[in-house]
């Protein structure tokens, strides 16, 4: 098994920023990428951002392109979503997936390893 710990959310008025943390513990060398998705009431999880470590390539989701950058933290099994220009439509519960490198990216069935969320609040 594969834990996730996140942490890093809060509230923000728009324009403002903030970065979200998530650390991956125990069988780590079953993950091949991390990922953030996100869920605002009322609607489905989406992707936000994965990083793939066989590549060390990121992708990211068109809404948060140019404002979101998630990059790989050093020394461990760990990535960081830096949030910047927040608009109160980012506002959700932002969870840290982890999983092996098949299947397409952005779809929730691809992870098979999962954080408890983190809420995101932006106000206007």
């Known amino acids: 098994q594969v834990q996730l710990a996140e942490s890093g959310g809060g509230s923000v008025q728009a324009g403002g920023s903030l970065t979200l943390s998530c650390v991956a513990s125990?069988?780590?060398?079953?993950?091949?990428?991390m990922a953030w998705f996100r869920q605002s009431p009322g609607q489905d999880r989406e992707f936000v951002a994965v990083?793939?470590?066989?590549?060390?390539?990121?992708y990211y989701a068109d809404p948060v392109k140019g404002r979101f950058t998630l990059f790989r933290d050093s020394g461990k099994v760990a990535v960081s979503l830096a949030m910047n220009n927040l608009v109160p439509e980012d506002t959700a519960v932002y969870y840290c997936?982890?999983?092996?490198?098949?299947?397409?990216?952005?779809?929730?069935?691809?992870?098979?390893?999962w954080g408890q969320g983190t809420q995101v609040t932006v106000s206007s």
């Open positions: 997936a982890a999983g092996l490198n098949r299947g397409q990216h952005s779809r929730e069935e691809s992870y098979a390893f």
């Open positions: 990083y793939v470590w066989s590549n060390m390539s990121t």
């Open positions: 125990g069988r780590i060398f079953s993950i091949g990428r």
